[in-house]
């Protein structure tokens, strides 16, 4: 007779691997004519913006830009001004060996250092370097036993409730809208925009992502350092193919912006198309349920076992929370007036506080200020933020993705004492990773040799926590009749019993 091993698939996000490169930041910026002169500079701001991320041969390619902003206070009326230039690169980075099918990379950084001057009035020279860093997750398929059948075969099954990853999809995508300034705008310093999912839909092989980004624009409509705002939602509406996936596929979506223009309609006086660009995080996955095979023992042959241990993932955690941050400190003049304040967020991580194991993030707040001396100055304020909820176990335990985005930034001054409330959103999946110790392989090649044929009965005296289960296998007898023959009920003991072992026949 012979053994039957019936073995399906288990797919799980296995490889977690991190990997580092520092990036050149280089670039010589001339201010176009239509820009006051250069009489200080006052900050300088360098975005990652990647657009490709592509792995192979046991490397991962990232491709994109730097954003390089500077503000700088104009010669001629001590205006605020801003000027940008995009850093192309291309980077390839080396990863440990592994097969990398269905991978997932999240792509971010800070900057290192960063060293900006005035060569002229119309020329700034910006050096520096660039800490890029990438977190890697790459789909795994892992042999497992389901059931085994005949040769007196006995086996203990468990449940195992998983999420299998479908799609890993980030795509590019733009929108237009018509925006009216309330008033005409003389110079626009800052885009900024929080994008919002409305419906994700799966139709025959297709996902429809439909949402809005918030465009919030900040500009001068005359000379000096005064600002308003104006604020525009752009719709948009996304198709994707994704042929194959089931209909009852769970989703998830995370709309990006990375970049914005503005364009004056022509012949229409504050009329203006606004053009985002923004990228769609998308990411299916799909809930199952299987039983494997944990342990197993016959009750004719001298059965071989061999285990191994399998990873699984649950989703723990949806998030989409908002995080209210209180930021204090002290202005080195007493007499500076707060212009405005940018908040720079940084990536998260799992990190142990007094509260438990916690999703915390870093940040920065950059306070723009006018002093008494009529210059405009810049005063760094680093801070953490923490995503409500408490994680249970270890940080090994978990695998996630999050996006952070500040939605909104209020200052105050009192005297030299400055605070700064900030609104920071942070949308993405937690997933809680499971290892199961399970059966790989059994050899029933040998027949069982009957020890002490003369005994006709045994009495066990088990303890409560025992598992019938584990008594059957270590006389070689068949757990259902062990339960049949002691009016039992659950294979766990709830107390101290006398039990009845039957003699295998």
Known sequence: MELKIFRDTLSAMGSLCETKAELPVEAEILIPDYLPQVFKIVKCFVHLVPLQKQIAAGRLTVEGYLRCVVYYQAE??????????????????????GEYQGYTVQVNGQVEYLNCRAVNQRRVDV?????????????????????????????????LESVKSLVNVDKLMTAEEQINFPTVPQSILDIAGVGKVDEIKLISGKA??????????????????QMEQAEQEVPFNQILDLEGIPEDSECF????????????????????????TAMLHLRVYRKSECYLVSDAF?????????????????????????????????????????????????????????????????ANAHVLCMNSLDEIDCYDKAFEYRVPGVLPGSAEQYRYECWPVVTAIETQK??????????????????????????????????????????????????????????????????????????LDDLELSRNTRLLVPVTV
Do not use: W
Request: proline share 4%; charged share 25%; aromatic share 6%.
């Open 127 to 159: 050096r520096g370097a660039y800490a890029l860093s990438a977190r890697i997750a790459a789909r795994t398929e892992q042999e497992i036993v389901t059931a085994l059948a005949d040769c007196g075969i006995e086996q203990k099954m468990i449940p």
């Open 76 to 97: 001629d009326d001590q205006s605020l001004c801003q000027t940008e230039q995009k850093i192309p690169f291309t980077r390839a980075m080396d990863l440990p060996e």
């Open 298 to 362: 016959s009750t004719q042959y001298e059965a071989e076992v061999s285990t191994k241990t399998v990873l699984s993932e649950q989703l723990f955690r949806q998030i989409n929370a908002d995080c209210e941050v209180k930021v204090e400190g002290s202005l080195p003049d007493e007499n500076a007036q707060v212009i405005h304040c940018f908040v720079t967020p940084y990536s998260l991580e799992l990190a142990t506080t007094e509260e438990g194991l916690m999703l915390v993030g870093r």
């Open 414 to 487: 009192s005297g030299k004492d400055m605070v700064v409330k900030a609104d920071i959103r942070v949308s993405g999946l937690i997933f809680e990773r499971h290892r199961e110790q399970v059966v790989d392989h059994v050899d029933c090649s040998q027949l069982l040799q009957p020890t002490e044929p003369d005994i006709a009965l045994r009495i066990y005296y088990a303890s409560q926590g025992e598992n019938v289960f584990d008594i059957a296998k270590k006389y070689h007898v068949s757990p259902a009749a062990m339960m049949k023959s002691n009016e």
């Open 253 to 276: 979506a995370f709309v990006e912006m990375t970049g914005c223009t503005v364009m004056a309609a022509a012949g229409q006086e504050g009329g203006n198309t606004i053009t985002v």
């Open 208 to 225: 429809v992502v439909k949402g809005k980004i918030q465009v919030s624009l900040l500009y001068r409509s005359g000379p000096g350092y």
